[in-house]
């Protein structure tokens, strides 16, 4: 009889509804209303649900006990509901057949971001480019232990040796927690270096493209082989310290600085590692205070010669209510570039020019415009950044004017939604050379993620 019930149960509810789903319409209720009302129901179906369980689950009963009642599951759960991370169950056969317990194994959600750009240098065509198409997951073994994942394709297209894209994996590490002050980390990692490195979805930054400083004096994404330590200090204070895979100099050039050194976790070399740490303060509401350093030697395709690459950094941002400021300094030390530079002269026939030392930074100002209480948000913003990859020459070299170059960025990022970003700017580039003129650049972009 309760079998025959459930087969009238859902047309029941739907004439018990009717009457509230007539005065919806009549009324034209708000959307906080309807919002709630659509709770009031999500909540009756999964009850309707777990009656269905039961009755299924006494069927079982009454056939045998052959079939264990599986636990409802919500087709129309809360938002908070859906985010929760479900404990899987784990199966073991043994010779009685197959046995099922709940495990603290956890399946963790999946996320990632895209990035569309058109890019229109000044008198030359513009270019239309899928920049970046990338897949984040993530696994909890135990309460203890995490797994992290990014895949990453660029610019859409990845064939064999021919120029085209890259597909990279980006991060690939394992967590394991011990204390809030101490736990560690092993696999492919992002170094912890600067503003943008370790937190590079496009939402969470004004431009279409990264910041230059975050290009060519920091090498973003930057991300290689390694093992280290992070935790929380306490009174808004986190850190992080690795031992990495090093920089290879063979790569360090004057016009891309070391955009080009990373390994990329493709068979890394590690005979001298990288050691890299950042300190962060989050103590103040709106405020983010950061600062962090590199060092390694960089010459293991140089015999003889072994350069040491050292970075130091700091950076900031601060948010006011409707307005936002950020900035970043960096500066970095190579040293035996005379040697360094002449050595790679002779094997690829081309001077590097590599400096003995580059540095950059960036101020960058933005308000929202669009009344608080509207759900869409429009950014105006304005970074002015200096980056120098000559900064200082060996001595017996000189700076070339094209490399010490200036950049002033406007635009605006308009969000439909927290994480879709509708970008456009007009970079305005100056270098001091009387010879070579940088190229001013027109940029739009769609960013998003999820």
Not at 198 to 223: A, C, K, L, Q, Y
């Amino acid at each position: 009889m309760k079998l025959a019930y459930t087969k009238f149960l859902l047309p029941l509810l739907f004439l018990f509804f009717s009457p509230v789903l007539a005065e919806w319409s009549e009324e034209g209720a708000k959307s906080q209303d309807l919002v709630r009302k659509l709770e009031m129901l999500e909540e009756r179906i999964r009850q309707l649900e777990g009656e269905l369980a039961e009755l299924k689950a006494e069927k079982a009963g009454r056939e045998g006990g052959k079939e264990e009642a599986q636990p409802p599951q919500s087709v129309a759960g809360t938002e908070e509901e859906q985010d929760q991370e479900l404990p899987m169950a784990e199966v073991l056969p043994t010779d009685e057949g197959v046995i099922a317990y709940e495990s603290s194994e956890v399946r963790m959600p999946y996320s990632g971001y895209m990035e569309f750009h058109f890019n229109k240098p000044e008198s030359q065509p513009g270019i239309a480019d899928f920049h970046r198409f990338v897949l984040l997951y993530g696994h909890q073994f135990t309460d203890r232990i995490r797994f992290w994942g990014e895949l990453e394709l660029e610019h859409a297209f990845v064939e064999g040796a021919e120029r085209s894209g890259e597909l990279e994996l980006e991060q690939a590490y394992l967590d394991f927690a011990v204390k809030p002050w101490l736990n560690f980390r092993a696999g492919v990692l992002l170094a912890p270096v600067g503003l943008i490195n370790e937190r590079h979805e496009p939402p969470t930054f004004n431009g279409v493209e990264r910041p230059f400083v975050d290009t060519f004096i920091i090498p973003t994404t930057w991300f290689d082989p390694g093992v280290g330590i992070h935790g929380d200090l306490g009174k808004g204070f986190v850190y992080r310290a690795y031992v990495m895979s090093p920089l290879n100099a063979s790569f360090i050039s004057a016009e891309e600085g070391l955009a080009e050194a990373p390994q990329k976790a493709f068979e890394s070399v590690s005979e001298n590692p990288g050691f890299t740490g950042r300190l962060e303060y989050h103590g103040l509401p709106g405020l983010l205070l950061g600062t962090s350093f590199w060092t390694s030697q960089a010459g293991f395709e140089t015999p003889g010669i072994n350069p040491r690459v050292d970075i130091f950094e700091f950076d900031g941002r601060l948010d006011m209510g409707r307005f936002g400021f950020r900035g970043q300094f960096a500066h970095v030390n190579i040293s035996d570039t005379a040697r360094l530079n002449s050595r790679l002269q002779l094997t690829t026939g081309v001077n590097p020019n590599i400096a003995e030392q580059m540095r950059g930074f960036y101020l960058e100002g933005a308000a929202q415009v669009l009344p608080s209480f509207w759900r869409q948000e429009l950014v105006f913003f304005h970074r002015y950044e200096n980056f120098n990859t000559q900064h200082k020459m060996a001595e017996g070299f000189l700076p070339l004017g094209e490399f010490d170059r200036d950049a002033f960025v406007t635009g605006f990022t308009f969000f439909p939604d927290p994480d879709v970003a509708l970008k456009f700017d007009y970079t305005v580039l100056r270098n001091e050379s009387r010879f070579i003129k940088a190229r001013n650049v027109l940029n739009f972009g769609i960013g998003w993620w999820f």
